[in-house]
């Protein structure tokens, strides 16, 4: 009797003529290089903190004098602050789906799914479930649905999209009653970007690492 779902895990098989091996996900080229980005852009993020002291100084907060004020003070605030922003997003996000368990298990589940069903599964090696192999488009175009589904036709999606208002209203709020006059910021930096090109940059960031995963499916 076939298993209901197959995933070769297996790190030698040798075919009949002894020489060719399959190698288990995690020892892929594609999961190495993924990886491999991965820690460089965490190290590149990490070398743009700033001190939090800095970020809580209560004598450097005061109320905008108008809403162009404001705006201007958000700007400057998100280029010097940049990770330490991007800490505050990650941790309302956190809180919120600790306090829904059943939903971080639901995301972890879709993960786990494309980790281990699409982006680090041998490519020589189809996916077997109730007997029947489906080919890595197929597989890709149940994932999408599934994702689909789960992000936009659940609770799901409304948690996530909650928590990063609530969490972009923390970070707006105190980019607009922080005076940046005492911050100095590196003339590379662009201090007439917006807070949304900041949310590009790090989504950019996170497509640049799975990248190279995804681009050994195609």
């Not at 903190?49 to 404001?70: C, K, Q, S, V």
């Not at 590379?188 to 681009?215: C, D, H, K, M, R």
Request: proline share 6%.
């Amino acid at each position: 009797m076939a298993s209901a779902v197959t995933i070769p895990m297996t790190s030698t098989q040798s075919t009949a003529g002894g020489g060719a091996q399959s190698q288990p996900p995690i020892a892929t080229p594609a999961f190495r290089t993924f990886l491999s980005r991965l820690k460089s852009s965490i190290r590149q993020g990490f070398s743009q903190r700033r001190p939090w002291y800095e970020l809580i100084d209560r004598t450097a907060m005061a109320r905008p004098d108008n809403l162009t004020d404001a705006y201007s003070r958000i700007r400057r605030n998100y280029s010097y602050f940049k990770f330490n922003y991007m800490t505050l997003l990650a941790v309302v996000l956190a809180f919120s789906l600790l306090s829904h368990p059943l939903s971080l298990l639901v995301l972890l589940g879709l993960l786990a799914a494309w980790l281990f069903f699409y982006l680090f599964r041998p490519s020589d090696q189809p996916l077997v479930i109730f007997g029947r192999a489906f080919s890595d488009r197929e597989t890709l175009a149940a994932l999408v649905v599934l994702t689909l589904f789960v992000v936009f036709l659940t609770s799901i999606g409304s948690l996530l999209i909650s928590a990063i208002l609530i969490g972009v209203a923390i970070v707006c709020l105190h980019g607009a009653f922080r005076v940046p006059e005492d911050l100095f910021l590196d003339d590379q930096e662009p201090g007439n970007s917006g807070f949304i090109s900041f949310l590009g940059n790090a989504a950019t960031s996170a497509a640049v690492a799975a990248a190279p995963a995804v681009a050994s499916r195609v």
